[in-house]
Each structure stands twice: as C-alpha cells, then as structure tokens.
C-alpha cells in the first residue's frame, strides 16, 4: 500500500496542510522544530490512533482548536481508500472509513499500516519493559485487528481489579486477613479469560517474529559485503546471534524459567492452550491474594511481562554496545515489516506497510545509515524527515518536500511540480483524493520500477 | 439565560450548541407550553419514586408490573436501569417480572455489590416463588461482571439461571459486524434442528 495523499487540520503547528505523497522515497526536509515529525506523527495517528511521541492526545491539537481532523488516501490494490481521524482529547475519537462513519474509532487499525523508525526506538533495547510491551501489542493488532479490542478490554478490567484490590487495602488493616473481597474472583475471572487470550497472541507472534529479527540484525550489523544474509550462513544461522525469549510474570510465579522463542522445539513445547493459561491466571491471583491486597496491584499477567532481547547470549539491554542497541532497535522494526508484508492479512499491497523513518539517519554512524537506506530503499513506500538534506543517504533519491514553520513548499528537486500544494492550496487541492489516487496507480509502475 | 443554558447543559446528551439552541427555543415559545413543560419537570420529580419490590420507577409503592397479576412471577429478568425494562417491554415477548439493580459493578466509581439492589434481590429470591432468573446487563465488562457475580451468588439457591444472548444484530449484515461481536456470535451458535 501506499498513501496518495496526507491532509491535517489543526493538528500540532498546522491549522491546514495537503500533502499529496508518491509512491518510493520522499523526504521532508527543514530545519528542528518546523513540523516535519509532526506530518509523520499525524500518519501514524491514522494507522494507530496513538502517537508515537505522546500518551494523551491533548498536545496534537492545535492551541485554540477544539479537535484535530487527520486524512489520508490510501491506496491499496491500485484502489483509494480515504482514511479519517477525528482527535477529539478527552471524548472518543470518529474515524470515517471512505464515506462511512466507522461505529468505533478502533476499526480503522489495520486500514493503514505503517511501521515507523524513530529515535525514541533505541529505548526498545535500552528501556523499560513497557515499550517492549507495546511493541509486541501495536504489531498484534496489526496481524489480528479483534486483538484491539482485547487489548482495550484488558487494561479496562485491570484498571477495574486494582481499584477493587485498592479499596480492599484501604477499608482496615482487620480485613485483610479476614476473608475473601466480596466480588474479587469475578474480576480475577474475567482478567484471567482476557490476559490468557492476550498473553498466547504475544507468544504467537513473538515466535514469529523472532526469526525475522533474527536476519534483520544480520543484514543491519554484519559486514557481508552487498547481499544479505550471506556471511550470516557460514556462522551457523543468524538466529545464534539474535535471540527474543518472554519473560512471563506467570511462569515466574511458577517457578517455570523464561521461554525462549527463538527455537522451533520451544515454540511448540510452550503453546498452552487459552483455558489452560486462564486457569493457571486464577490460580495465581488466588495464590498472590494477600500480596496484592497490600499493594493495592495486580501481581500477575501480561501487564507485568516483558521481552528478553539477548545477543551473542547474553541480555542486550546492559551489555550491547550503543551501536549494537541501535542494529537491534532497527532489527526490530524492520523484523515487524518483513513479517507484515509476509504473513500479515489480506493482499499482497493490503499486506505492503508503509515505511516512515523519523529523523533516524542521524543517530545512525555512516556503516549503518547505508545499511539501513539500502534495505529500505526497496518499499513500495517510505517517507523520512531529517534536519538537513545531507543527512538523507543517498541511496535513498526521491521527492524532497521541505518544511518550514508549518508550511510545505514541495518538491525543490526532482518530482513533477503539479503537485504542489501548500496550506489552503490552490483549486485542485480540493479534488485530491481521486487526483492523488490516479497518479498514484499511475506512479506505481515507475516507483517500484 | 445564562442559567437555563448552563442547566440544560448538564443534561445528558446536550452540549452547550444544543442548551443554546434549546434556551432560545423556549424563549420563543408560548408561554402556556413552556409552563407545561414546567409543570411536568415538578411533578415527575414529586411524584414518580421506585417499587420497593423491583426498583422500577413507580408512581405508588409497587410499580405496574409488579402489581399486574398476568404477569409471571417465577421468572425474574434482571437489568441495570429502569430504561432497560422499557426497551425488552417493547418486546412484548417477556412476561415475567424485572429486578432493576440501580447500576453495575464497577470498583473504578465505587460502585460494589452493596450499592446495588443485590441484596433486595436475594431477599425475593429467598420466598421461594422464583424459578429463573434472567440476567440481562449489558454485554460490556462491567455488565459482565456483574452478571457473573450474581450467577456465583445464585447457584447454591438451585434456580435455573440465563443470560441474554450476545451476537449478530437481526437484520443486519454479517460484514458490518465487528470483530468481538462476530466471535461472540461464534461462541453463541446454536443447532439448527430442522
């Protein structure tokens, strides 16, 4: 898939901007502070409905605007689909899905599917387990949109449990040992049913990914010359180096060792049916009962999980260099890519994610940046920001569109000069999405080509 | 003015455009339908209260259906509000009678099993008349919730207990339903004996 077409109102430092985008590689150039990450972020929006850079959606509201309204045209299958976010802080979102209001905001997910670079992602390897977290459950979404609502659901009924567990604690010290919490196994039931769902998705998926990782870490930090992969055979298989095990709260209360996901046999001997992990949930509330009264908490689940990333054998985070963290951040966005395009849903362009890379090149040491830039180089559809045109590598040519204090002056080099559109935007602006789609179908013969 | 849009405001559903436009409407209205819009705000107030048997809204001590003796007496649908008995008597297909428990269980506003019409309920069950109860709460977390809260609590009295069924709306499209709802319908299946 691609995106014909990005329009934002009131969004961050825009009151309106029209971006028709092209299949291959643009980048958006201009100085910090301009807006650039701003476009991508508003991007993201569409595919997620969360940001990248935030948790709560106030700051992507323009100051002095109610809400904030994210469009874009996506093509898929040489079809436009228009995409709309409404960002209403503090209500539910709408989302309209070509002319049709969706019922939840949630099912636009999975329409546009992005898989975006940024800085903050070295945090992945170096972080807390909460990113990691979220990187496992953004990219499950993605495979299987019912998972959303899981997902929703879970932290819902999380939030119900502890605040019934911190009500529990704060009636008296007296009551605590004196008998079950009226109403407790209720929610330990329905938490249970939720997070075992929750927690066999991420063992699922991790198991998938873990090979695709496994070779992104090759060809992002090996030195074989040009291919990919081919150093990595001689040495017995990238998976040696590069390995993703779950550090799961539940076997840990068992007693059961972390799970390496990295090995065939493991992944197989691991799989515990949804009911059984279920039951073993229950049984681990009940066990952590006292414990979790005190602190007011849920002691077990997915929420308390994490994903052990190791390298040459050993835990990245604390032991890989700065350098090695980044090959293993970029590793692993790039692992959920390959794994999108080959085994996500629908079509092979339903299944093609967009590649947005958000001012990544410079964090990156020159050995690196060409690697990465060579291996993106191939999507169907990559956008970048950088502060200065040289820190584009130059593998990647394409579009430039600079910006500048929340205006879009577009493009400078190469690219035909119809299409540019900036804030307001002459008549044509208007009739953009089926503008855009045609040289979007048009475009995509030449772009991959 | 700036009262009465501040008022209508903190109604449910109303924004402060719609208050506005509701303000200026009765403005213009006659003063003879906005005295009975009036009069009718006082009264519903003064004289509308709830069964002490079902905690359904009421004009006497015991709501219509529970002062109708047509209706069935061992089967007992229970529901959050008394908005919900309206909508399954527009069914027509019920004719039992109802337990309105006020809410459902949710730690994260307060709201426990005792500030609800829980233990009314196992006070009418305890005579004995009752044979089966029907939960009806929402199909969301906390209707859940409740409903199974209430099932655990009722077992050992060996009534036949029921939830409503969850799945495809009648007349709708399979495509539009979304994807909980569609695996609920899933779980839900029934055998088609034909």
């Known amino acids: 898939m691609h995106v014909a077409h990005l329009s934002l109102a009131d969004f961050r430092n825009y009151e309106r901007a029209e971006l028709p985008l092209e299949p291959g590689v643009t980048a958006l150039v201009g100085p910090n502070g301009q807006g650039k990450t701003n476009l991508v972020e508003a991007l993201g929006y569409v595919a997620s409905l969360s940001s990248h850079r935030v948790a709560n959606d106030a700051p992507l509201v323009r100051a002095g605007a109610e809400r904030a309204v994210v469009r874009a045209s996506v093509v898929r299958d040489g079809r436009p689909l228009l995409a709309e976010v409404e960002i209403n802080p503090g209500r539910a979102n709408r989302a309209r899905l070509g002319r049709a209001a969706l019922p939840r905001a949630r099912e636009l997910v999975g329409t546009l599917r992005t898989v975006l670079f940024a800085p903050e992602d070295l945090a992945l390897v170096k972080g807390d387990p909460e990113g990691r977290r979220r990187f496992a459950d953004d990219l499950l979404v993605l495979l299987a949109p019912r998972l959303a609502g899981v997902r929703a659901e879970y932290d819902r009924a999380l939030k119900q449990r502890n605040a019934l567990l911190r009500s529990a604690g704060a009636t008296s010290a007296a009551r605590r040992g004196a008998g079950p919490l009226p109403g407790i196994e209720v929610w330990d039931h329905q938490l249970a049913a939720l997070g075992a769902d929750l927690l066999s998705a991420r063992r699922y998926l991790l198991a998938r990914l873990a090979p695709y990782v496994a070779r992104a870490y090759d060809a992002v930090a090996e030195t074989a010359p040009g291919g990919t992969g081919a150093g990595a055979a001689a040495e017995g298989g990238p998976a040696d180096v590069v390995r993703l095990a779950y550090r799961g709260s539940l076997a840990e209360h068992r007693g059961e060792g972390e799970e390496d996901l990295s090995s065939e046999a493991a992944r197989e001997a691991g799989a515990a049916p949804r009911d059984v992990l279920a039951a073993q949930l229950v049984e681990a509330m009940e066990q952590l009962r006292r414990r979790e009264v005190e602190r007011g908490l849920t002691l077990v689940g997915p929420h308390r999980d994490d994903v052990l990333l190791s390298l040459r054998g050993l835990p990245a985070r604390g032991y890989a260099s700065h350098g090695e963290s980044w090959s293993y951040a970029l590793a692993l966005r790039l692992g959920a890519y390959e794994l999108l395009r080959s085994e996500g849903p629908g079509t092979p362009s339903e299944r093609e994610p967009v590649l947005v890379l958000d001012d990544v090149f410079a964090e990156l040491d020159a050995r690196r940046r060409s690697r990465l830039a060579e291996l993106v180089a191939g999507a169907e559809q990559v956008l970048l920001t950088a502060a200065v045109p040289e820190d584009v590598p130059p593998q990647l040519t394409g579009r430039r569109v600079h910006v500048r204090a929340g205006a879009l002056q577009l493009p400078l080099d190469g690219g035909p000069a119809e299409d540019a559109v900036a804030g307001g935007g002459p008549a044509d602006g208007a009739s953009v999405p089926e503008g855009a789609a045609d040289q979007g179908s048009a475009g995509d013969g030449d772009g991959r080509g | ?194």
């Open chain 2, 1 to 194: 003015m700036q009262d009465l849009v501040e008022e209508l405001g903190r109604l449910p559903g109303v924004g402060p455009k719609s208050a506005q436009r509701i303000a200026f409407h009765l403005l213009a209205s006659d003063a003879e339908d906005v005295q009975r819009l009036a009069t009718a705000l006082t009264e519903v107030k003064r004289r509308v209260r709830f069964c002490e048997v079902c905690g359904n809204v009421a004009e006497a001590e015991r709501c219509r259906i529970c002062r109708d003796d047509r209706r069935d007496g061992t089967v007992v649908c229970v529901v959050e509000e008394p908005k919900d008995v309206v909508a399954i008597e527009r069914t027509r297909e019920f004719r039992g009678r109802y337990h309105v428990l006020g809410g459902a269980i949710s730690p994260i506003e307060g709201v426990g099993p005792d500030d609800l019409r829980v233990r009314e309920l196992m006070t009418r069950l305890a005579s004995g008349e009752i044979t089966e109860l029907i939960l009806a709460t929402d199909p969301n977390l906390e209707g859940e919730a409740t409903a199974t809260y209430l099932a655990r609590l009722c077992k050992p009295m060996g009534l036949r207990i029921t939830r409503l069924a969850s799945g495809l709306p009648v007349g709708g499209d399979l495509e539009y339903a979304d994807e909980v709802t569609l695996g609920r319908a899933f779980e839900g299946r029934r055998l088609l004996d034909v």
